[in-house]
């Protein structure tokens, strides 16, 4: 990057400012809240550089500096929502820019803390009560803490297709025979099994998330989710890969056995 470019990047305030509208040096001054003689050596070099010129005692940005504080902008909110939402790259390695801007760039992002590990799993109970649908990529097993709440959502009537590990399948259906017995009869309950689940994500009916869990604990520990459209058709064409690429579990060779038999029709 030349220096002129890194020079533009560090008055990236400036150039926002003035896209607002024409403004003379001392309103340009409080508004950025620097002193005079910055004020000035900011205008001076702007005005150098063909990016604004001067009418009537005011500064405006010329047809040029327009465009380039728009790309500015866009670069500097391009950086600062990378940096806030790095652990997508994990999942999204090949994303442009303009991608990871309009999918990820009003994220609401929620990491485990030392002392409260359980944010992330929260945050997303906290979508799913007021979810009528939901859709899921999970590699891990249900947090014990809030496997009743799906339950009782599952039983009220939220209809939900999840895709589990197969071990996660089998633990599920052995450790909580009787709420999935209720769950499958509820015939809002469909499971599937897929042998390859790098992360998780969920789909509700306004924001889908994604989930990235600690490889030793297994815990939850980034949930990042949105409401936007670019994120959405993101994740339902991920979300429609591995249900295609999945078994249901009435089919699989060797889980299916585990099913409660009034919920073999409905699966």
Not at 174 to 180: L, M, Q, V
Not at 201 to 224: A, M, P, S, W
Request: glycine share 6%; charged share 30%.
């Amino acid at each position: 990057m030349s220096d002129e470019l890194v020079e533009l990047a560090r008055r990236a305030s400036a150039l926002a400012v003035l896209r607002d509208g024409a403004l003379d040096r001392r309103e340009l001054q409080e508004r950025l809240g620097v002193s005079r003689p910055t004020a000035h050596r900011f205008t001076r070099t702007f005005e150098d550089q063909g990016l604004v010129e001067r009418s009537a005692g005011e500064l405006s940005l010329t047809p040029m500096g327009a465009v380039i504080a728009e790309s500015v902008a866009e670069f500097r909110e391009t950086v600062e929502t990378a940096q806030r939402v790095e652990p997508v790259f994990e999942i999204v390695s090949d994303a442009d820019p303009t991608f990871v801007r309009e999918a990820f760039g009003n994220a609401t992002v929620t990491t485990a803390e030392p002392g409260d590990p359980y944010r992330g799993v929260r945050r997303f109970m906290s979508l799913v009560e007021d979810s009528e649908r939901l859709r899921g990529v999970d590699p891990t097993a249900i947090n014990p803490l809030h496997l009743d709440g799906l339950h009782a959502r599952i039983v009220d009537g939220m209809e939900t297709d999840a895709i589990f590990l197969p071990g996660v399948v089998e633990s599920l259906l052995r450790s909580n025979p009787d709420r999935a017995r209720e769950a499958f009869e509820s015939g809002n309950l469909t499971l599937r099994v897929h042998d390859d689940l790098p992360f998780g994500l969920t789909l509700c009916d306004d924001r889908i998330g994604i989930g990235l869990y600690d490889d030793e604990t297994g815990l939850l520990k980034t949930y990042i989710d949105t409401a936007s459209p670019a994120a959405r058709e993101w994740a339902e064409d991920v979300y429609a890969d591995y249900r295609d690429e999945s078994t249901l579990l009435s089919e699989h060779s060797e889980l299916s056995e585990l099913l409660p038999a009034e919920a073999e029709t409905n699966d």
